[in-house]
């Protein structure tokens, strides 16, 4: 009987085994594609990089007063270049420095204590699932009648596209209208809700769309009746919001956990995201089984899955019943400006007469102006009674790195007090964190640089 199997070699499978050699264990790693799974692959990796060559060109042009894209295909290709090195350097290098049995085939659950993989059969003690997810494509009319792109086809075209329309009004969809509009195609993004990212509030899904609009993107919000068809070369969108030509559809509609290895074998249970369902510790229903990353279905970031493939670990063979605190897991849109959040938003604090949002824009900031930023905020949610930090939500440059501060302060349960007291590098962009905290006390207008 094998003491661990990870099903999974992407982050969450990739900290596993880590973790798992950390407490004396050699693991059976199973997994099928390419080491590395989404991120380093088709997701988190080559959309940065794309976006990189974006934002780099946007602002040739806007400083040079030109016209100037990059060439389409050799963005890709630098995209490419960088996919590789990476995935050989943070993936297959680094098995040799583990003690690990690699098996690559696609695994079932035979029954609750085992796994087959091909025809072989690998008895376990425990095991963790970390399947990850894969693109989610609603249903809509005549869609499967077309040749249409996922994010994963979108990060990888054979020719140069001219346009493209995507529906969809999230981070992958804001992220590869930057990227296209970046690369000189003309871009439509289609969204059905009635703003862009809802799970921001408000006033940041008004500033996405002027954002997005700036780049020449048009947007069309609260879409219904949307149908597809192909007519001679060109896909067809129609819908109340008109007809849209374009060469290329993206559907940029989220992604979905991978279940499909037998769960019911096992008596693995799946919860109302059609992920796999789990505790706090991240057990399945079936206690010798543990689930780690997107394959869970609640925050498909990479960060989170490596964190929930140690975690997972550590709880399946120690007692230290280890916890991850989801009000602190940041979440960043790498469009530019950049727009992230952690922690609650004041939506999700509706009703609660005892928080108070504090709000400064980003050209309050002395590097806002050096940078001549137009567009930025951020918005801290605290709690009135005792000054702790609920939520923080940005729009600026370098927002990545703010919300990765602001992360810290979450999980440390800091109040703005807190934030006062700390120093800050000025200029920089982060130090809107503690302009905003000051601006609970006083008109940051009236304030001095660094005060």
């Known amino acids: 009987m094998e003491k661990l199997v990870i099903i999974g070699y992407g982050a969450a499978g990739f900290a596993a085994m880590i973790k798992a050699n950390e407490l004396g264990i050699k693991p059976i790693l199973i997994g099928k594609g390419s080491l590395g799974g989404t991120c380093v692959n088709v997701g988190c990796i080559p959309s940065k990089k794309l976006l990189s060559i974006s934002h780099f060109y946007r602002e040739l042009r806007k400083r040079i007063n030109s016209n100037q894209f990059p060439d389409f295909m050799a963005a890709f290709s630098e995209k490419d270049e960088v996919v590789g090195t990476l995935r050989k350097k943070k993936y297959e290098d680094i098995l040799n420095s583990y003690d690990v049995k690699l098996v690559k085939g696609e695994a079932k659950f035979k029954d609750r204590k085992s796994v087959k993989v091909g025809n072989d059969i690998y008895d376990f003690e425990r095991c963790i699932i970390a399947t990850g997810s894969r693109p989610n494509i609603p249903e809509i009319e005549g869609l499967e009648k077309i040749d249409f792109w996922t994010s994963e086809r979108a990060l990888s075209p054979d020719k140069k596209v001219e346009s493209l329309t995507i529906i969809g009004g999230r981070a992958l969809a804001l992220e590869f209208s930057d990227i296209y509009s970046g690369l000189g195609a003309e871009v439509s993004i289609?969204?059905?809700?009635?703003?862009?990212?809802?799970?921001?509030?408000?006033?940041?899904s008004v500033m996405a769309r002027k954002i997005i609009e700036s780049y020449g993107v048009k947007v069309f919000l609260n879409s219904k009746n949307i149908k597809v068809q192909k007519k001679n070369d060109k896909l067809i969108v129609s819908g109340n919001f008109g007809i849209i030509e374009s060469e290329r559809l993206l559907m940029a509609t989220g992604r979905k956990p991978n279940v499909e290895i037998g769960l019911e074998n096992a008596q693995i249970e799946l919860n109302e995201r059609g992920g796999i369902k789990t505790d706090e510790e991240l057990r399945t229903t079936n206690p010798s089984v543990f689930a780690a990353g997107d394959v869970i279905g609640i925050k498909m970031l990479e960060p989170l899955a490596g964190r929930q493939g140690s975690i997972a670990v550590s709880n399946a063979f120690t007692e230290e019943k280890k916890k991850i605190?989801?009000?602190?897991?940041?979440?960043?849109?790498?469009?530019?400006?950049?727009?992230?959040?952690?922690?609650?938003?004041?939506?999700?604090?509706?009703?609660?007469?005892?928080?108070?949002?504090?709000?400064?824009?980003?050209?309050?900031?002395?590097?806002?102006?050096?940078?001549?930023?137009?567009?930025?905020?951020?918005?801290?949610?605290?709690?009135?009674?005792?000054?702790?930090?609920?939520?923080?939500?940005?729009?600026?440059?370098?927002?990545?790195?703010?919300?990765?501060?602001?992360?810290?302060?979450?999980?440390?349960?800091?109040?703005?007090?807190?934030?006062?007291?700390?120093?800050?590098?000025?200029?920089?962009?982060?130090?809107?964190?503690?302009?905003?905290?000051?601006?609970?006390?006083?008109?940051?207008?009236?304030?001095?640089?660094?005060?």
């Open 190 to 204: 289609i969204q059905r809700s009635p703003r862009l990212i809802p799970e921001f509030d408000p006033e940041f």
């Open 325 to 451: 605190n989801y009000d602190a897991v940041p979440e960043n849109i790498f469009i530019s400006p950049g727009i992230a959040k952690v922690g609650k938003t004041s939506s999700e604090l509706i009703g609660n007469m005892y928080v108070k949002s504090l709000k400064v824009p980003i050209d309050s900031l002395a590097r806002g102006y050096i940078e001549e930023e137009e567009i930025g905020l951020v918005k801290l949610n605290v709690d009135l009674g005792n000054l702790k930090i609920l939520g923080i939500q940005v729009i600026s440059e370098r927002s990545e790195e703010i919300i990765n501060e602001s992360a810290i302060l979450m999980n440390a349960g800091a109040t703005i007090n807190d934030l006062i007291d700390s120093n800050q590098i000025f200029p920089s962009f982060s130090e809107v964190l503690r302009l905003a905290a000051l601006s609970y006390y006083g008109d940051v207008n009236k304030m001095s640089c660094c005060v």
